[in-house]
Every structure is written in structure tokens, then in C-alpha cells.
């Protein structure tokens, strides 16, 4: 199973960006997919997520309204389409995938991670 982010950069707050995540060697659909990131000194967290049992899609509070998360099954891919950034949203961000249902939010449920994409949102 591979995954490979992309997307990140330097953008001014208020400011928006798409990342994407290839995925490759494994049934896509049948994955529920993760976006996580990781700010300097800061635990991995949950940014949006979404379950391959229903299709539905969840957002951390701090993201709610700005971020959405997105997939196109017949390119692997998955998105994250983040709006109205602010400095706070500065990290490394991280695409992962797992089987199951279940703490979807949870990072250590997950074994198979991108490399990580930099976004960087300056005031």
C-alpha cells in the first residue's frame, strides 16, 4: 500500500489550498481514508476522515466549515480542500488509510502513512 501527498506550500492566511494523496496497491473503495496533521511539538491529530461503509465524511471541530474532504475512486485519489487558512493550520499534513470502520479519528490505527506535504500559512 502506497500513498504519496501533495499540494502543500507557502499561502497567506484567509488563503486557500488542495492537497492530494495518490493512492496505489490496494482496493481504494474499500479503505476508509484519513487526512492528519502534525504542527512542531504538537501530537499527530485527525483533520477530516471518512468511512468506506457509507461514504460519510467527518471533520475535526477545529476544521469544521473550512476543510472538506474529498475522493475520486477512479483515480485513487483522495483530497483535502482547505479554505480560509490561518496560521493555526501551519503543519505537516498526512494522508492515511486503514480497513475498519471503527476510531477512524485515531492515529494509531492506522499503519500505512504519505511521506507528509508542508503547509505553511503566514499572517
Known amino acids: 500500500l502506497q500513498l504519496a501527498e501533495s499540494g502543500g506550500g507557502l499561502v497567506q492566511a484567509g488563503g486557500s489550498l488542495k492537497l492530494s494523496c495518490a493512492a496505489s496497491?490496494?482496493?481504494?473503495?474499500?479503505?476508509?481514508i484519513a487526512w492528519f496533521r502534525q504542527a512542531p511539538g504538537k501530537e499527530r491529530e485527525a483533520v477530516a476522515w471518512?468511512?468506506?461503509?457509507?461514504?460519510?465524511?467527518h471533520c475535526a471541530d477545529s476544521v469544521k466549515g473550512r476543510f472538506t474532504i474529498s475522493k475520486d475512486n477512479n483515480k485513487n485519489t483522495l483530497y483535502l480542500q482547505m479554505n480560509s487558512l490561518s496560521p493555526e493550520d501551519t503543519a505537516v499534513y498526512y494522508c492515511?488509510?486503514?480497513?475498519?470502520?471503527?476510531?477512524?479519528?485515531?492515529?494509531?490505527?492506522?499503519?500505512?502513512w504519505g511521506q507528509g506535504t508542508q503547509v505553511i500559512v503566514s499572517s
Open positions: 492515511a488509510a486503514r480497513l475498519g470502520s471503527a476510531n477512524l479519528a485515531w492515529s494509531k490505527g492506522y499503519a500505512d
Open positions: 496497491g490496494f482496493i481504494f473503495n474499500e479503505y476508509a
Open positions: 471518512m468511512s468506506s461503509d457509507d461514504g460519510i465524511t
